[in-house]
T-cell receptor
Framework: QKEVEQNSGPLSVPEGAIASLNCTYSDRGSQSFFWYRQYSGKSPELIMSIYSNGDKEDGRFTAQLNKASQYVSLLIRDSQPSDSATYLCAVIAAGAGSYQLTFGKGTKLSVIP | NAGVTQTPKFQVLKTGQSMTLQCAQDMNHNSMYWYRQDPGMGLRLIYYSASEGTTDKGEVPNGYNVSRLNKREFSLRLESAAPSQTSVYFC????????????FGPGTRLTVT
């Protein structure tokens, strides 16, 4: 059973601070890692993808991957109230079935003005 | 460029009724997916189509059927709706390679009474 675990939160940070969201996964063969943002009542929106160990930066977002520890994180710098949403970690395993995204249950982030 | 579109946006069914959820994408993606999202359960894959002419079961396929009508369209059918199928349904699509980024439609909110 492939599992993706996230702290459900809510995670509250003040405006302008760094928000740190964490995710662990059980399948060591996982090859692709994604962060989605989901506003209440809306669909998941892809914000970051990462495929190799290390950091990947895109604007205020940084994804970090450590395959040895089976851990992926998302940092949001200079957090804004508009970043308040649920953040979903998703993972695709290698090999057969490599189209199947397994999602965590999400971390709810609240950015306080 | 509309991305992924879904119809209808909302639907109420009585137990035992049937319906088809429609999904279309204009991104020339080969792969398409159907997910359901339930509170406390997260997003779960129902069926997917890696390419035109193929379909495969995901994590929760029971009670559903799918049709990949052409490269653009992928429909989900509930033959005899049950209250347990009350959920939000999302369609997604991705480029042809396994492990690729998936992009979601706006969703269909289905209630079965």
């Amino acid at each position: 059973q492939k599992e993706v675990e996230q702290n459900s939160g809510p995670l509250s940070v003040p405006e302008g601070a760094i928000a740190s969201l964490n995710c662990t996964y059980s399948d060591r063969g996982s090859q692709s890692f994604f962060w989605y943002r989901q506003y209440s009542g809306k669909s998941p929106e892809l914000i970051m993808s990462i495929y190799s160990n290390g950091d990947k930066e895109d604007g205020r977002f940084t994804a970090q991957l450590n395959k040895a520890s089976q851990y992926v994180s998302l940092l949001i710098r200079d957090s804004q109230p508009s970043d308040s949403a649920t953040y979903l970690c998703a993972v695709i395993a290698a090999g057969a079935g490599s189209y199947q995204l397994t999602f965590g249950k999400g971390t709810k982030l609240s950015v306080i003005p | 460029n509309a991305g992924v579109t879904q119809t209808p946006k909302f639907q109420v069914l009585k137990t035992g009724q049937s319906m088809t959820l429609q999904c279309a994408q204009d991104m020339n993606h080969n792969s398409m997916y159907w997910y359901r999202q339930d509170p406390g359960m997260g997003l779960r894959l129902i069926y997917y189509s890696a390419s035109e002419g193929t379909t495969d079961k995901g994590e929760v396929p029971n009670g559903y059927n799918v049709s990949r009508l052409n490269k653009r369209e992928f429909s989900l059918r509930l033959e005899s709706a049950a209250p347990s199928q009350t959920s939000v349904y999302f369609c997604a699509s991705s480029a042809p390679l396994g492990g690729a980024e998936q992009y979601f439609g706006p969703g269909t909110r289905l209630t079965v009474t």
